[in-house]
């Protein structure tokens, strides 16, 4: 008797769980995990936030100069240890037409030690809060820290998620191309 | 989404139309190329020729180029159209005539206790709103019959002091769009902001 003329028995549950998550991932996986690096070769999303020392500030007004935006928070040590970093690449290609905004994740309720924290570290770049998490959902910020770098179009060039030393060669790399742009 | 697939199909198109205009111009120049060999008596004739050809080209692309800008400005307004119809939309525009009493930074919006709207204004956006610029600053739908409107505003009034206002509003949604003004005024006899709420017919 062949194979083929046998009946077919029921699949085991061991293999039918594998095909319904799979099905599972396909169906909810867009809506639970897209990476933030999906980001780019597209707009960036606009936003405006208000900064540290009241000022609103808005992504938009600022098209045409290249912008790197890095997402962190208070509970962050990688966070801690990139930007200073971050002040130095700053602080270097201002002058070339570099904006970096710092946008910081904590709850409503950690606001104080954002801030505090933020003074301490002395970085000379603009501070913005986003309680509400709206701008860190648009970026899909969901590793910390994350770093994004947008051309003079507007458009997202370079994502970065994490940190670890040397990650700030690459994207002082990254934004002299995009200034020579 | 209709506009970005058809801009994405005007995209795709565009190439291919620039590069058979180019291939025209280039058998249109070999065909000028060609024709003093046959006629040693016009050699210039081949460099006005290809100019032409090359001008055409240009204008050309030129007329595309403002077809897809005329198409997109259409597919602009007919996106909203089909978003919100003229039946059930309403739109909230904030406009300001102060500049001693009240410096905005906030609006936010509730509309039958739900937030529909919360915008921060920069001072390059609160400049345009004092030299006369009016903010959408909220499009949606509404069904036909009474809503309220909440709108809260904050910013510096005198005295640098932080200032929270807040205006409330009976909305009678009938046939038609709606559309309502929040105009902050300075009020000169209290030295007050205050917010007048018009309706455009």
């Not at chain 1, 936030?49 to 509970?75: D, K, P, Q, Y």
């Not at chain 1, 201002?94 to 801030?115: I, P, Q, T, W, Y």
């Not at chain 1, 505090?116 to 910020?141: C, G, H, I, N, W």
């Amino acid at each position: 008797m062949s194979q083929s003329s046998q009946a077919r028995l029921p699949l085991r549950a061991s293999v039918r769980l594998p095909r319904f998550a799979l099905l599972a991932l396909l169906l909810l996986g867009p809506a639970v995990c897209v990476p933030a690096s999906l980001l780019v070769g597209r707009p960036a999303p606009d936003f405006a936030l208000r900064s540290l020392e009241g000022a609103n500030v808005r992504l938009s007004e600022h098209s045409g100069e290249v912008v790197l935006i890095n997402f962190w928070a208070t509970w962050c040590g990688p966070c801690r240890q990139e930007m200073p970093l971050l002040d130095e690449i700053y602080g270097k290609y201002r002058r070339a037409g570099l904006v970096l905004f710092s946008v910081n994740l904590d709850e409503e309720k950690d606001l104080a030690a954002a801030r505090e924290m933020a003074k301490t570290l002395r970085v000379s770049y603009p501070v913005l809060f986003d309680a509400r998490k709206e701008v860190s959902r648009a970026y899909q910020a969901g590793t910390m820290p994350l770093t994004v770098l947008i051309d003079r179009e507007g458009v997202v060039r370079y994502v970065s998620e994490g940190y670890k030393v040397g990650y700030e060669t690459r994207y002082t790399e990254k934004l002299r191309e995009l200034l020579n742009e | 989404m209709l506009r970005q697939s058809f801009l994405k199909t005007i995209a795709t198109l565009l190439p291919l139309l620039f590069a058979a205009g180019l291939a025209n111009a280039q058998a249109d120049a070999a065909a000028a190329t060609t024709a003093p060999l046959l006629d040693s008596s016009a050699p210039a004739a081949s460099a006005p020729a290809g100019a032409d050809s090359f001008k055409s080209l240009d204008e050309e692309v030129q007329a595309l180029k403002k077809e897809v800008l005329d198409l997109n400005r259409e597919l602009f307004v007919l996106e909203e159209e089909l978003l919100f119809p003229a039946n059930t939309q309403v739109a909230v525009f904030v406009s300001m005539d102060v500049g001693e009493f009240f410096a905005l930074d906030s609006v936010t919006l509730k509309l039958d206790d739900k937030e529909v709207a919360n915008y921060l204004y920069t001072e390059r956006e609160a400049q345009a709103l004092l030299k006369g610029g009016v903010h959408r600053v909220f499009i949606g739908n509404l069904k036909a019959g009474e809503h309220e409107l909440i709108a809260l505003f904050t910013g510096q009034g005198p005295n640098q002091r932080d200032y929270r206002r807040g205006a409330t509003i009976k909305l009678e949604k009938g046939v038609g769009a709606k559309y309502v003004e929040l105009k902050i005024s300075d009020k000169a006899v209290k030295a007050q902001p205050e917010f007048i709420v018009k309706e455009w017919e």
